[in-house]
């Protein structure tokens, strides 16, 4: 039987190792762009001229900087969450408040969990406005105002409590109805719900955030049109969503499948890249549907998902878990709870696996664009001015890029592309 005392340690341990694994990656990385402040390395002067590639080594330890901050108060949070015995008495707080209510059981296990998940969110909220207002103004990424970022906040917490409530009381009702194998069912659940989203999220949720117009009738339009058919993407529709007000940052991509799926452009991407740069980007993107990526990362969520269901379905009625952190054997919200507290403390090791088969499929998509665009010239000129315009790091510790990037580097990229 693992003790409290024991389970805290345990904590303990594993947060002073993630955070001492993080800090020591971030001061690698600092050093390295530190290394090239004076003088860039030859690629990096072919993407950037020297003005700009100053003020991308100043974000990139900027944001460094404030990243080792953030990262140190998420960890004191974490262990102050299991030091205090917070949890267990405010579980026992609000199920007793509830009682006798018709609000009692398991509306009153997600009422608590909903109210954690919102806890530690106004926690973050100072970090989140000093990143956005601070930071991002800092260097002149920011476009939001106050208003905007509170209404954002708002609407978020009230599509939370609309979507989340529920969802979590279906899960959390299974083990009921259906007994020990509840987990699968509940895996089934999440995961059509997360099919489900990939249909209704830009059509009801990215709305109420952001304005969608079509792209206008015009030569852009039949070239990234053409584009789509000549390839087999088939969408149903190019939109141009206003990224631009809240960023200066730009990015593409498509949502959901078969005849819903459709083509989403940031405003800011328009600006910034010629048709034909834009053309290669689309073709990056078509790329990662054509090479199958969409499906086999579904696929591997899935089967994570499913073992995180079967998982925390063994943890909630194993006789050390939940007790001890204070809670009952058997409580599943409680051991919902826990899982998704810890479960970052483990994950966390295993980051640089998944970042691998990314890179991988960014490289595939890059060639797939490089073949459909005949040549690497329009692609190679996309990614160097969208790493003009979002400051990229040119010259990240290779150890660094390894672990954290999900992408390969420009420079990487460029020369893989020109290899073939």
């Known amino acids: 039987m693992i003790t409290s005392t024991t389970a805290l340690l345990i904590i303990i341990i594993l947060v002073a190792l993630k955070l001492g694994a993080e800090t020591w990656l971030s001061r690698l990385n600092s050093a390295e762009v530190r290394k090239h ?41 974490l262990v102050a969450l299991f030091a205090s015995g917070v949890l ?24 608590f969990l909903l109210g954690v998940g919102i806890a530690l969110s106004v926690i973050s909220l100072p970090f989140d406005w000093w990143g956005q207002f601070r930071l991002e103004a800092r260097f002149g990424f920011n476009k939001s105002t106050p208003g905007l970022w509170v209404s954002d906040k708002i609407k978020g917490l009230v599509i939370t409590l609309i979507i989340g409530a529920p969802l979590l009381w279906a899960l959390l009702s299974l083990v009921h109805w259906i007994g020990a194998w509840w987990w699968v069912w509940g895996f089934a659940l999440v995961f059509g719900f997360q099919i489900l989203m990939l249909v209704l999220y830009p059509k009801i949720i990215l709305p109420l955030f952001n304005k969608l117009t079509p792209l206008p009738e015009g030569g852009l339009r039949d070239r990234l049109m053409a584009l789509s058919d000549r390839t087999g993407f088939k969408a149903s529709t190019i939109q141009v969503m206003d990224g631009s007000k809240r ?53 591997t969520s899935s089967l994570m998902m499913l073992g995180g269901f079967a998982l925390i379905a063994w943890l909630a009625n194993s006789a050390w878990f939940n007790p001890a952190f204070g809670f009952a054997t058997g409580d599943l919200a409680a051991a919902f709870l826990l ?73 990487e990229r460029e020369t893989a592309l020109n290899k073939n």
Request: proline share 5%; aromatic share 14%; glycine share 8%.
């Open 247 to 299: 960023s200066g940052h730009s990015n593409a991509f498509f949502t959901g499948f078969g005849r819903f799926r459709r083509i989403v452009l940031f405003d800011t991407l328009i600006e910034q890249l010629a048709p034909e740069e834009l053309e290669a980007v689309l073709a990056h993107e078509v790329g990662h549907y054509k090479r199958g990526h969409i499906p086999k990362t579904l696929f």
């Open 37 to 77: 402040m004076t003088v860039a390395p030859a690629a990096a002067s072919a993407i950037m001229d020297a003005e700009t590639y100053q003020k991308s080594t100043a974000y990139t330890l900027a944001k460094a900087g404030f990243g080792n901050i953030e990262r140190v108060w998420d960890s004191l949070v």
């Open 339 to 411: 899982f998704s507290l810890l479960s970052g403390l483990v994950l966390f090791w295993i980051t640089p696996v998944g970042n691998y088969f990314s890179r991988k499929h960014e490289y595939e998509a890059d060639a797939f664009a490089r073949d459909a665009m005949n040549g690497p010239s329009p692609l190679i000129g996309a990614l160097r001015k969208l790493a003009q315009k979002n400051l990229s790091n040119l010259t990240p510790h290779p150890l660094y890029s390894r672990f954290y990037y999900s992408h390969p580097t420009v420079v």
């Open 88 to 111: 267990p008495w405010a579980y026992g707080c609000v199920t007793s408040a509830l009682a006798g209510t018709f609000l009692a059981g398991t509306w009153a296990q997600v009422i």
